[in-house]
């Protein structure tokens, strides 16, 4: 059975780092687009945001949110069939569920983020929380 795998999260203080991880299982993330979502506390589905994004191409092309460009940095490892979310100076409002997603499409890094395009899987969620 297809499915992504989220690992991290936590309570971590403002200024502080953290990891998130996501490993595909069922497939091989080779040749997939990749992303981060956030869904801030008392947003609704709908109102989840693309933070970061990678296409599937051999450049690895990135997306960020605006908010999160120079804190945020996403990665992958395809033969570890795994990826990951650094996060760097922690905000308050980086508080939030974080997804997961990959898909199998040729589509731009900024499409996946800002339109969700082409996700095939979604992780269940991590729980950042940064205290204010």
């Known amino acids: 059975q297809a499915q992504l795998v989220q690992s991290g999260g936590g309570l971590v203080q403002p200024g502080g780092s953290l990891r998130l991880s996501c490993v595909a299982s069922g497939f091989s993330l080779d040749r997939y687009a990749i992303g981060w979502f956030r869904q801030a506390p008392g947003k609704e589905r709908k109102e989840r945001e693309g933070v970061s994004c990678m296409d599937s191409t051999r450049a690895a092309n990135q997306y960020y949110l605006e908010s999160v460009k120079g804190r945020f940095s996403i990665s992958r490892d395809n033969a570890a069939n795994t990826f990951y979310l650094q996060i760097n100076n922690l905000k308050a409002n980086d508080t939030g569920d974080y997804y997961c997603?990959?898909?199998?499409?040729?589509?731009?890094?900024?499409?996946?983020?800002?339109?969700?395009?082409?996700?095939?899987?979604w992780g269940a969620g991590t729980t950042v929380t940064v205290p204010s």
């Open positions: 997603s990959a898909g199998r499409t040729i589509t731009s890094a900024q499409r996946v983020c800002q339109w969700e395009f082409g996700v095939d899987y």
